[in-house]
């Protein structure tokens, strides 16, 4: 971590890490005009960051006024909190115009749109995040809360909303935080600082009276730098133990994005815990197989898969269901379990040298469903299914008993037979004439057919004629493109996923495979070669300033609808999972951003 000194009084390295112009050309003043002036020059007034000289009050409310304009937003109060600390820089030497660009920068990295809507949508979004990561990393401090009702709402929001300049009144403290805020480049890590706070804190909290527990916590402060370092410790390791898979499905919620903000928040409602996806699950049972539709080197999927999780699965099904098939290395919940209550809470204590230190995932038979963050059983998850109501009971029992990292598999058995069906891999014991999955799935008759045929004289004689015949074709495809191919590969933020072509009219996919490429330049797709990571050829390319839209469908969130400039049609395609059409829609507009943006041209 960056020492006191160091950030207190080298504000040139903020530079790089907010992307800011530091050139003096704009005009700083700005006429005192807003409707809510009165309110900003009350709230200047309450400013906590030390007492500011009368011309620094006059350059706080010049910032936070020219503010509101540029991003046509009214004034909320915390903004004068943020912006307070970068008119301070001033007294280190730093630039007016400087440090009005940092403050802009860094409400723009670090809480985008969070005072763009008038409701703090974003905010609620917040809220709910921290609660379920709260739970995965403190079940007792989580039930602690909720049992004496204390909502995140009660003492978050102003850690949320002035990203702890609120808590901090040693303005070098402040900075050094901040800071370390932008060189982890990560919307999430405020919510690691804010549970590593009540971790720091906690003997603190859980010791007050129940009806103190709200008032003690509005008390707490960072006031030492031994503190702020065991926080920003706690920070690291509370992510650090957060399977990168799960990382990455809640950053792809997007919460700062108004146009899908409500969508966001009602899916979080009504999430219980964290939700494992079934990736995760599959690298841990295959260890030796490459769980990826990736085409690049440099995919950051395939790399976290070296940080080593210590993973256990138990598979929840009825004997029945586990006796079609089951995940190489997971645990078999016993058939005693669905006979008798009393197991089911005594089923953690076998794990207890291992509490702290190994997450516990538990799979059902299809998607895990919830209405609420407090569970309901019966018929209102799930229709009582039998599997869904000992997932509930479980998940209970290992909470009550203080186990962290307690997780559900995104889709259950049936997600995972999907991807294993998908990536060819085998299951223990699996009778496709007893799974249900594989009956739910079975190929037409044609292809039945086609089958057969190839196992007859001729079809084992024609079969290397045709293979020969396709082979020949394909080398003759690949050396027409291997330039175009070759060059957006040697992109080091290249990224190839492998899909299908979409009808959106007959709500059916291409027979073929294709593979989609894209990075901060080029937007491309081509045939998918069976033993290639690259596209055979490119059918189509452009540059990615030319995308005039993207979009996923709403009723299909795993189809992904793309117009460039000059094409008439709309060109969409089916992905494996709607995490990978979220991540491709994610990072395609951050390229597009950037190259719209001023600092690029």
């Known amino acids: 971590m960056a020492t006191v000194g160091d950030i207190g009084g080298r504000f040139d390295h903020w530079q790089p890490l907010l992307a800011v112009s530091t050139s003096e050309g704009f005009e700083l003043h700005t006429s005192f005009d807003l409707p809510n002036q009165d309110i900003i020059k009350a709230d200047i ?23 509101c304009k540029e991003e046509n937003i009214s004034y909320k109060q915390c903004m004068n909190e943020i912006c307070a600390p970068f008119v301070l820089m001033t007294r280190n030497g730093v630039p007016t115009h400087v440090s009005y660009q940092y403050f802009k920068g860094f409400v723009q990295i670090t809480m985008p749109a969070m005072f763009a809507d ?38 978050t929001t102003s850690w949320f909303l002035t990203a702890f300049a609120f808590k901090i009144d040693d303005l070098n403290l402040l900075y050094t935080l901040w800071y370390e805020l932008l060189l982890e480049k990560d919307q999430l890590f405020l919510v690691y600082i804010s549970i590593a706070f009540l971790q720091n804190f906690r003997s603190l909290i859980i010791n007050k009276e129940d009806s103190l527990i709200a008032h003690a916590i509005s008390h707490l402060s960072i006031a030492t730098i031994e503190d702020l370092t065991s926080i920003l410790q706690r920070a690291r390791n509370i992510k650090k133990s957060t399977p990168y898979s799960t990382r ?40 030796e197989s490459k769980i990826c539709d990736c085409i690049h080197v440099r995919c950051l999927w395939c790399a976290k898969r070296k940080e080593k999780t210590s993973l256990m699965v138990i598979d929840c099904r009825t004997k029945k269901e586990q006796s079609s098939g089951v995940i190489p290395n997971t645990l ?77 598999v995104d889709g259950g058995f049936e997600q995972c037979h999907e991807f294993i069906t998908y990536f060819e891999l085998e299951l223990i014991e699996h009778n496709p004439k007893k799974c249900k999955f594989c009956l739910k799935d079975q190929p037409s008759y044609s292809i039945l057919m086609k089958n057969k045929l190839k196992q007859t004289f001729m079809g084992r004689v024609k079969e290397p004629f045709e293979e020969k015949k396709r082979s020949k074709s394909q080398d003759q495809d690949k050396s027409e493109t291997e330039f175009t191919v070759n060059t957006m590969l040697k992109n080091r933020k290249t990224e190839g996923f492998k899909c299908w072509i979409y009808d959106k009219k007959s709500n059916k996919d291409s027979e073929e495979k294709y593979v989609l490429l894209f990075n901060d330049l080029t937007f491309a797709y081509g045939r998918a070669c069976p033993h290639e990571k690259f596209p ?30 000059g094409q008439q049609n709309v060109m969409s395609f089916k992905f494996k999972s709607k995490d990978i059409a979220r991540h491709i829609i994610n990072q395609m507009k951050k390229y597009y951003a950037e190259l719209r943006s001023p600092t690029k041209k």
């Open 332 to 408: 078999l919940l016993p058939e005693e379990t669905y006979k008798n209550h009393q197991t089911v809470l005594d089923y953690p204590d076998q794990f207890l040298e291992s509490r702290g230190s190994v997450h516990i995932c538990l799979m059902g038979s299809t998607n895990f469903k919830t209405s609420s963050f407090d569970i309901k059983q019966g018929s209102e998850n799930g229709e009582g299914c039998e599997v869904q109501i000992m997932i509930e009971n479980l998940l209970q029992a290992f909470l009550i008993k203080g186990f962290p990292y307690i997780s559900v």
């Open 118 to 155: 008038p409701d703090f949508r974003p905010l609620q979004a917040y809220f709910l995040i921290f609660r379920i990561v709260l739970r995965y990393h403190e079940p007792r401090l989580s039930a602690f809360f909720q049992l004496n009702n204390i909502t995140p709402e009660l003492y």
């Open 248 to 287: 990455l499905r809640l950053m792809q919620y997007n919460f700062y994005s108004l146009d899908r903000i409500d969508e966001t928040i009602i899916s979080l409602e009504q999430e219980y815990c964290l939700i494992l996806p079934v990736q995760e699950i599959l690298h841990m049972a295959y260890p």
């Open 536 to 565: 055979v050829s490119l059918a189509y390319y452009a540059k990615l300033d030319s995308l005039l839209k993207i979009t996923s469908l709403r009723e299909f969130p795993s189809v992904l609808n793309f117009i460039f400039a």
């Open 45 to 67: 007034e309450r400013v906590q960051s030390g007492s500011l000289s009368q011309t620094e009050r006059e350059l706080l409310e010049c910032f936070l006024t020219k503010y």
